[in-house]
């Protein structure tokens, strides 16, 4: 026994080697050895080498340790204190999440066993934010566009420092720290021009303030979030007032809905941000203020949340304006919003696909229960017409509703 696990652990050099260090992993696991045994030894031993070698030499991309949790937390419909009996403490599962501790052997082992995560997924070489290794630019924030909207206004009360009342801001995040909001690598991103990660941060930001200061008002059920859900929150659009219902509809489930105008040089219709591994937050800029376009962004992140978020990405930037057929994830989203605001079927055996008039728009509206400028966006976009229809469309529709809604 001592002399075939000697001829296992040598260097890893192939990728032969390598699947073979896997397998002999992924078989110790299984056995679960004692501390301090020879197996023990053996699986910490090909562990540490397993990491090195594809640190340093493997090309092939395996889902980062924290996304594997998260996937796998997503499937079982877990929160972080399920995780608890795996990594030790509530406040070691967020330092996880966070990327602010490492996996240790006995909580890989654990997950493993616990939730059935593939070890070589677990295995990966996590790269954790270390503020050390990074340089905020602190000039580069849009500050004074930030203070033109107030966001910074209770923090420059005593002081007219913009650095400091810019950290104040950042640290609402807590327990995010800024540096991993800035460059995570989960982020998607849908553009066809070039986003100013700093404006994209800040935004991100004053959007998970304000979910934190006005929390929905249900619990969030993970897999709540489906086609058929999704279908009937789009009747509610046939109500002057439907932007409102549905957000506040959404609100009761768990989801926050954060109306924030999009900064300069980010470009933005919608996002979808999972926080703290936990629940997700659905953010529209209503850059285009008119009623098919709040509908079908607001479907298109919810198609996210019910596809994508948590599964490896945990941010979705959205600028509609792009026809991303070429990505996966967004031509997903698009079908799955489009579909269940319109079934193709229904669309293709009605007249509004060939009439383009106000008369048929409003008869398959009719027809779906729906609000006649779903339709009209839908016939502009087709036909790449989008001058037609404009009365139908709902121009200016939608800012107004949120505004009066405001507190005073």
Known sequence: MKKEK??????????????????RIEQLMDLDPDPNTSAAEELEVLTVLVQNYEAKI?????????????????????????????????SKVSEVLSKKRPLTLPMIRALHHGLGIPAKSLLQEQDPIDPES?????????????????????????STDITAALGKFFDELKPVPII???????????????MDPYALTAWTARVISLSMKNPPRGKYQKGKIDPDFMRALARLSVFDDGPLLACDYLSQQGLPVIIERHLPNTYLDGSAILTNGERPVIA??????????????????????????????????????VDDQADLLENE?????????????EWKNSPASKLKSPDAAQHLAKKLGIHPAIVAGRIRHESKEYRLLNNLVGHKKIRVQFERSKPS
């Open 6 to 23: 000697n001829a296992m652990i040598k260097t890893i050099k192939t990728d032969s080697d390598h699947a073979a260090a896997l397998e």
């Open 58 to 90: 493997v090309q092939e991309v395996h889902p980062d340790p924290v996304d594997a949790i998260l996937f796998r937390m997503e499937q079982q419909n877990l929160t972080q204190r399920d995780l608890i009996p795996f990594i030790g403490s509530r």
């Open 134 to 158: 990074y340089h905020i630019e602190w000039e580069r924030f849009p500050t004074k566009e930030m203070v033109s909207r107030g966001w910074l206004k209770p923090y420059l009360k005593h």
């Open 180 to 194: 991993e909001v800035l460059y995570k690598k989960s982020n998607h991103l849908r553009s066809a021009r070039s």
């Open 284 to 321: 529209l800029t209503l850059r285009y203020d008119r009623i098919d376009n709040f509908w079908f962004t607001l479907m298109h992140e919810l198609a996210h949340v019910h596809l994508h978020i948590g599964k490896g990405v945990g941010q979705f930037y959205d600028d509609l304006d």
């Open 333 to 345: 989203a698009d079908v799955l919003a489009g579909e269940v605001l319109m079934p193709q079927a």
